[in-house]
């Protein structure tokens, strides 16, 4: 079933009074649930729109009711949560210091503006002081093959832990965030999904890029949705706080409710967990690499403890190659550079062992630190997978990481596009690299040709290729076309679609969302849209932050 018109939204949504809300504010970021009966139950049957939109939006609602009639009763509750994890005694919403509990009581903030609901995930049958407090968990969605998903609005107003923000988010970082999220699925890349993107007019003042020029941008809410929404942070600031009752009750719900593979009853269940944690971590930065991603604010509130990627801000999809790449202006120190994020993994997993060790005995420290020193071998087997993947390498050869570092040192020095350069060579014939006959439409690879040192590297590519056993040429481009993307959303088109919603046009963003859905497919409309071609003139100085 899927919650993209979860009741509570579609009153945003209609512009009515929303119904109590039961911030859940986690100690990290605030959280909700609905303060309905003690479990919202029912059949979408039961769904009701109001008329208080346009004919536009109201198709668009009609629609999503009449795929939503045809779904089995679902439900949405806190009470999984609220019956182990404490909740904040003060029932008030202004900013302050929280200490011993989980979440906080608080009410998402309506717009009082006309409100439009810009796009939508059609997900059909489902296969989260740190941070800036304008999150609510509305509570946890149970499908009908009883999977739990936990709903979250961002950008719904203040909370106990805005600390001098607004609480709202902007249409700029709220299409950029439904988009991304949505895209890294598509690619294969554990995420929060986003369910649904609802605009208004009203007023969010932001300084863009920090040089205390401050604009005024219309807010936008998310309603976006993962399995858990707790972070490393989330453990870290109990630690930080001495509350160690309440740190161990976290995690053992955290481990019950996600971690199925260690017992709750076993002495050694934070060192099983944490390795489970760290494996999976270096799986997910390995990943990031391998589309060219970089997050942008890899901070310990923004790595989720089910290693999946969380919290689209100032992120970027590399264009051309950089181990250097900063997609966040705000990173004056380039501390996030995408060449160091898998560092920034481990530097944010040793945090959430320094979390741990309070819990653990002497010799569960040193097990769980030797865990750690494991996560380079970890990260780098991965990396290794990966990027032979990408050139169609079967079996083990000596020189595999010859030739993949050769490659991307010739994409370094030619400033060669990194997404397209590998979706060229899937396309290309041995013959045609053979010759070194490369068609212009192959612009990325047109680049690298320049180098003096490309036909070497052709030859040995071409030399590693044959010794692939019981292969062909035809198969061997077949099996790099689905690793290798030809469209992920590069911030030239995220801006593109964010500049037409402004004026409320939002035609480019649900045509990246369809596209980007099947990203390894080519695509007419998006080669007329030149979303495999050349960063366009006009973008070349764009600019994110970390404002939104």
Known sequence: MTPRIGFPFCCLMRGLPCPPLFLLGVTCHAVVRCSLPPGLQGSARLLHLSTNVSSHELGYCEAEAKLASSLDFWTLSSENLIAVLPVDPVQENYVRKVKNCIFSIAFPTPFKSRVRLAAVSKFGIWAGQLGDGRAHLIGIYTNRQGEKWELQLKGSGKTPYSRNGDGRAVLRSSVREFLCSEAMHSLGIPTSRAASLVVSDDEVWRGQLYNGNIVKERGAVVLRVAKSWFRIGSLEILAHYGELDLLRTLLDFIIREHFPSVKVTEPNRYVDFFSIVVSKTARLMALWMSVGFAHGVCNTDNFSLLSITIDYGPFGFMEAYNPDFVPNTSDDERRYKIGNQANIGMFNLNKLLQALNPLLDPRQKQLAAQILEGYPVLYYTRFRALFKAKLGLLGERKGDDDLIAFLLHLMAKTEADFTMTFRQLSEMTQSQLEELDIPQQFWALKMISKHK??????????????????????????????????????????????????????????????????????????????????????AKDLRVSCSS
Do not use: C
């Open 453 to 538: 040192l490309f036909p070497a590297w052709v030859s040995q590519y071409l030399l590693r290729l044959n010794s692939n056993t019981n292969d062909s040429d035809s198969e061997r481009r077949k099996r790099m076309t689905t690793v290798n993307p030809r469209y992920v959303l590069k911030n030239w088109m995220a801006e593109s679609a964010v500049r037409k919603a402004e004026r409320n046009d939002f035609s480019e963003v649900r045509l990246l969302q369809h596209i980007l859905q099947h990203p390894f497919q080519k695509h007419s409309a998006a080669e007329k849209a030149g979303y495999s071609s050349p960063t366009p003139s006009w």
